[in-house]
């Protein structure tokens, strides 16, 4: 019987490891295989990135179409004009809002943790020790268990 287990990567992992070994099971029947993070590029990163500058740009768009109003109107009655008033409040508008949006993004996600790469336990056993085994994986926190007969 095969038992199948994922932990986290942590001492609890260790600690399972060294009970198993000391009920029986001898290490040419515990199999340890850690699962590595993926570190190319993939998909989701890209388009997450691509969706964080596009709601920025959004938010910049709306904040300088805003200002540009108000700086259009204010240029009537300014020395330089409504079209450099306008223009002005624009681009200073597009700082703002993007900025507001970069800085209130990055705070918000900034505390959290990554996570811990996970390692895969599969013990093979006899049907007798197999409630043993996963006693044992339950009380070290494992993450799920299967079991193939």
């Not at 001492?11 to 570190?39: D, Q």
């Not at 700086?71 to 004009?81: I, P």
Request: a negative charge; charged letters at 15%.
């Amino acid at each position: 019987m095969l038992i199948i287990g994922a932990f986290k990567y942590s001492i609890e992992l260790e600690e399972a490891l060294g009970e198993l070994e000391n009920n029986g099971i001898s290490r040419k029947h515990i199999l340890a295989v850690p699962m590595n993070t993926y570190v190319g590029t993939s998909i989701d990163f890209i388009s997450e990135s691509h969706d964080f500058y596009s709601k920025g740009i959004e938010v910049g768009m709306a904040c300088a179409t805003a200002c540009s109003v108000i700086g259009t109107s204010m240029g009537f009655v300014l020395r330089w004009g409504p079209i450099i008033w306008g223009l002005t409040a624009a681009f200073i508008g597009f700082i703002i809002g993007f900025g507001l949006y970069f800085f209130f993004y990055k705070s918000a996600h900034r505390n959290l943790s990554k996570e811990l790469p996970e390692a895969t336990i599969i013990v093979q056993c006899s049907e007798e020790h197999s409630n043993l085994v996963m006693e044992i994986m339950w009380k070290y926190d494992v993450l799920t268990i299967g079991q193939v007969s």
